[in-house]
């Protein structure tokens, strides 16, 4: 299995700000992905990270809101941009080295006053 | 700590009886199948997999059941045991396509009591 680091692991932030939290994957990965998780609910896909190029986005999530870098095959930034209440939830950063079972990291617990 | 299982369907059993957790799965082109375990806290732990050509699969404790015709996934845990209090998703991908793009399910929290 693949060790995945996030950072902040948790965070307060107040409304208008930005965040940037960070994924370190301990070795390397061909997919990595974002996922949210609002209190009490499931998880839901915001984008894939490419390496080298854009990230996908899934319905609902749009870069400017969710902007996401990936400089190498270990590393991805997930930044949530101008912050509003509505944004407090669980980032989850997820890998996958090929065999299509996720592995997920600890999650970044943001909460936006 | 902080718990994601407060609007989420709750299964309470006793310790050492086994759990049945189900899951209704949305799409017929789903291939590949996941049951993950997530404990307050922290974040989803791969359990078991299961690939469409199979119908049951066997880990340790754990066993997934998967029914294509009615696009049901079940995860059974034997003698159940307080650590393994958590929520527990379902999740489907379709390989040929966003390769390790899941979709989860809703999620069932596991409650046992000793």
């Known amino acids: 299995s693949a060790v995945i680091s996030q950072k902040p692991s948790r965070d307060i932030c107040q409304r208008g700000t930005s965040l940037t939290i960070q994924c370190q994957v301990d070795?390397?990965?061909?997919?990595m992905f974002w996922y949210r998780q609002q209190p009490g609910q499931s998880l839901t896909l915001i984008a894939t990270?490419?390496?080298?190029?854009?990230?996908?986005?899934e319905s609902g999530f749009v870069i400017d809101k969710f902007p996401i870098s990936r400089p190498n095959l270990t590393f991805s930034t997930l930044t949530v941009s101008n912050m509003s209440p509505e944004d407090s939830s669980i980032y989850l950063c997820?890998?996958?080295?090929?065999?299509?079972?996720?592995?997920f990291g600890e999650g970044s617990r943001l909460t936006v006053l | 700590g902080e718990s994601v299982g407060l609007h989420l369907p709750t299964l309470s059993v006793q310790e050492g009886d086994n759990s049945i957790i189900n899951c209704a799965y949305s799409?017929?082109?789903?291939?590949?199948f996941i049951w993950y375990k997530q404990e307050s806290g922290k974040g989803p732990q791969f359990i078991i997999d299961?690939?469409?050509?199979?119908d049951k699969r066997q880990g340790q404790r754990v066993t997934v059941l998967l029914n294509k015709t009615v696009k049901h996934l079940s995860l059974q845990i034997a003698a159940t045991q307080p650590g393994d209090s958590a929520v527990y998703f379902c999740?489907?991908?379709?390989?040929?396509?966003?390769?390790?793009?899941?979709?989860f399910g809703k999620g069932t929290k596991l409650s046992v009591k000793p």
């Open positions: 299961i690939r469409s050509n199979m």
């Open positions: 999740a489907e991908s379709i390989r040929g396509g966003s390769q390790g793009n899941l979709i």
């Open positions: 070795s390397q990965v061909t997919m």
């Open positions: 990270a490419n390496q080298g190029s854009e990230a996908t986005y």
């Open positions: 997820s890998a996958d080295r090929g065999g299509g079972e996720l592995f």
């Open positions: 799409n017929s082109a789903s291939d590949y």
